[in-house]
């Protein structure tokens, strides 16, 4: 099986850009989860999606949106960058619904805000 | 809500020491814990869980950790270490109930194996 992938796996944008962030979870995962990792900040839940539609939301800026698609692909969008969303990028997806299980993580999006 | 804190930011150790790496949670229900593992470069991989049940789990690599209610902890340990196993962990907690796949990181402790 492959492993969930991660795309694009760097880029540079400049302040006041948006980017998009893709993740392909493992064949048969329904849920995909967004993790934002930074040195400063650690490891910091962004939101989770199950069958297309989220079901939790962290902490962050409206600014951060994603979306899964019927296949359970998944996207995220930062609009309007700053200078503090260089990080890497989490994306991990999970065959158990309810939690519990194991998230299988991505390689991550290294996203560098210039 | 929940938290986590790991104790050591960085633990130094020889190989085939031992070692361990400490994590405390707070929680006000019943929680999920995980230890994961990145290596550099890479993703987190799941090392071991404890769900319910014994309180010591394993994982087939040689970690243990276990999980102890009255203090909070889940701390990490192995007996002998392996350049290897050079990496960062993690500890990360989840509520038992309705926090689906949401965890709630630690800030990591990077364990570094000399030789």
């Known amino acids: 099986k492959a492993g969930v992938t991660q795309t694009p796996r760097y880029l540079i944008k400049t302040r006041g850009q948006q980017v998009t962030l893709s993740c392909s979870p493992i064949?048969?995962?329904?849920?995909v989860s967004w993790y934002q990792q930074t040195p400063g900040q650690g490891l910091q839940f962004l939101f989770e999606?199950?069958?297309?539609?989220?079901?939790n939301k962290g902490n962050f800026p409206g600014r951060f949106s994603g979306r899964q698609f019927s296949n359970s692909r998944s996207e995220m969008n930062v609009s309007t960058l700053e200078l503090g969303d260089s990080a890497l990028y989490l994306c991990?997806?999970?065959?158990?619904?309810?939690?519990?299980?194991?998230?299988?993580f991505g390689e991550g999006s290294r996203l560098t805000v210039l | 809500a929940q938290s986590v804190t790991q104790l050591d930011s960085q633990v130094p150790v020889f190989e085939e020491a031992p070692v361990e790496l400490r994590c405390n949670y707070s929680?006000?229900?019943?929680?999920?814990l995980f230890w994961y593992v990145q290596y550099p470069n890479q993703g987190l991989q799941l090392l071991l869980k404890?769900?319910?049940?014994?309180?010591l789990v394993e994982s087939i690599n040689g970690f243990e950790a276990e999980f102890n209610k009255s203090q909070t902890s889940f701390h990490l340990r192995k007996p002998s270490v392996h350049i290897s196993d050079t990496a960062e962990y993690f500890c990360?907690?989840?509520?038992?109930?309705?926090?689906?796949?949401?965890?709630?990181f630690g800030a990591g402790t990077r364990l570094a194996v000399h030789p």
């Open positions: 929680s006000s229900v019943s929680v999920y």
């Open positions: 990360a907690v989840t509520p038992d109930s309705g926090g689906y796949n949401k965890l709630i």
């Open positions: 064949s048969g995962h329904r849920s």
């Open positions: 404890y769900l319910s049940g014994s309180t």
């Open positions: 999606y199950f069958s297309e539609t989220q079901r």
């Open positions: 991990a997806s999970s065959d158990a619904g309810l939690g519990a299980g194991e998230l299988f």
